[in-house]
């Protein structure tokens, strides 16, 4: 058994990273439940219509449907949108600019509102963040 199966979180909010990569990822290297954040929609939304070649289109939109089809989103709520002045003074703190990461900031503040660990492939993304949430980088 591997160093990473014996901390296996039991669940984990995955960030936008994640879900782009998730074909390619192990099901061992996740948590075992799996949520994503309205924000992550978001962001899988703009996805298609942020290229002009047609097959980059399409696997976005093929992304995006699976997204759809397989998680009910956690959504960007009250507590949430109290946990991001958190999360930005935290960011501010690391002389960090919070704009420049804003959806994954919100993110974080979904993950911090659930009380669930942020799951990404980007942790330099959540820097700054320690104190706050906890981030499983796959």
């Known amino acids: 058994m591997s160093e ?3 901390v296996r979180a ?5 960030d936008t990273s994640v879900v782009v990569d998730l074909e390619s990822l192990s099901p061992e ?18 996805g298609p219509v942020s290229t002009t070649d047609p097959a980059e289109r399409a696997r976005r ?4 449907q699976r997204a ?12 949430a949108a109290r946990a991001y002045g958190r999360v930005a003074s935290a960011v501010v703190s690391a002389k960090r600019q919070p704009r ?6 919100m993110i974080a503040a979904v993950a911090i509102a659930e009380g669930m660990p942020v799951v990404t492939r980007n942790p330099d993304d959540f820097r700054g963040l320690e104190d ?3 981030v499983i980088a796959v």
Request: glycine letters at 4%; hydrophobic letters at 55%; a negative charge.
């Open 29 to 46: 290297d996740l948590p075992e439940q799996i949520a994503i954040s309205a924000v992550t929609l978001a962001e899988l939304a703009a």
């Open 68 to 79: 759809e089809a397989v998680f009910d989103p956690v959504p960007f709520g009250v507590e």
């Open 10 to 14: 039991k669940a984990g909010l995955l």
């Open 61 to 64: 939109q093929d992304r995006l």
């Open 100 to 105: 420049k990461r804003f959806a994954d900031l």
């Open 132 to 134: 706050l949430v906890t």
């Open 4 to 6: 990473r199966a014996k």
